[in-house]
């Protein structure tokens, strides 16, 4: 039964590109975890990605992962990236980490800089604004969920840098163990980042928060600023200022 189950999950996962594990449970009219059991098997065969509380076709794993991720929060994404982009001032060198906030940061920009990225849809933004932007581009292996370069070149892309900011992102943000994320060559190439900035700034939707990821790459003692949305819960506020840290709401 659950190999019938399994069969029919890949194709429909073939046919849509990507499912969350409730609506496949309510398809099936079987619990969440026996979703979550099914999924974790057709994942260890390479027949499907699991990702946040949802499953994507292999083909379309990449793609998607990136992708879809623009459209979640975009109101408060774009009102995040701008106000960050309000704090970069003319002739300054910053370093935009990758990711879909720091995305809206670049977009953001609209004063002469240096920006330094890992991002290749970061640099493709700015390098459509002829004369206003330098453009720096470590090296570095593509990472596929998110366009990022990482590795070896990606992380000696940083050295010797003196970057006046660096607006960094993260996969989960929380109060006792910093900033982390999932995958270790992304949190390298962090760490390098953050030895090349003399002012770092977290930019992160209001929803990372009380999230804590297999790798801590930064803590707290590292961050001066932290720019978000509305969402986040005042007790987190005064626990990030108890801390030092500079909190910046973007307001919708």
């Known amino acids: 039964m659950s190999g019938e189950r399994q069969e029919k999950i890949r194709l429909l996962l073939q046919e849509h590109g990507h499912l969350t594990v409730s609506e496949l449970a309510q398809r099936f009219e079987v619990s969440e975890m026996t979703i979550r059991r099914d999924l974790k098997a057709l994942a260890a065969l390479g027949l499907v990605q699991r990702e946040h509380g949802r499953a994507l076709y292999p083909q379309t794993a990449t793609n998607t992962r990136f992708f879809s991720r623009l459209g979640e929060a975009e109101r408060e994404k774009t009102a995040i990236g701008s106000l960050a982009a309000g704090l970069v001032a003319e002739g300054e060198t910053i370093i935009l980490d990758a990711g879909t906030t720091t995305l809206a940061v670049a977009q953001s920009i609209n004063k002469p ?48 840098f003196n970057a006046d900011k660096l607006f ?16 270790m060559l992304e949190s390298e190439v962090k760490q390098a980042m953050l030895t090349a900035a003399r002012e770092v700034i977290l930019v992160a939707h209001s929803a990372k928060f009380n999230h804590v990821y297999y790798h801590t790459f930064a803590r707290w003692d590292k ?14 506020r005064r626990e990030l200022e108890n801390l030092g840290v500079k909190v910046l709401v973007a307001q919708l």
């Open 113 to 160: 800089c240096v920006v330094i990225t890992n991002s290749l849809p970061i640099a493709s933004v700015l390098a459509n604004r002829e004369g206003e932007t330098t453009v720096l581009v470590t090296g570095g292996e593509v990472r596929g969920t998110t366009h990022a370069l990482v590795g070896p070149m990606a992380r000696a892309g940083f050295a010797g």
């Open 223 to 236: 961050v001066h600023t932290v720019i978000t949305d509305a969402g986040l819960p005042e007790a987190t």
């Open 168 to 183: 960094l992102a993260a996969t989960g943000v929380s109060i006792e163990r910093g900033l982390s994320t999932n995958n």
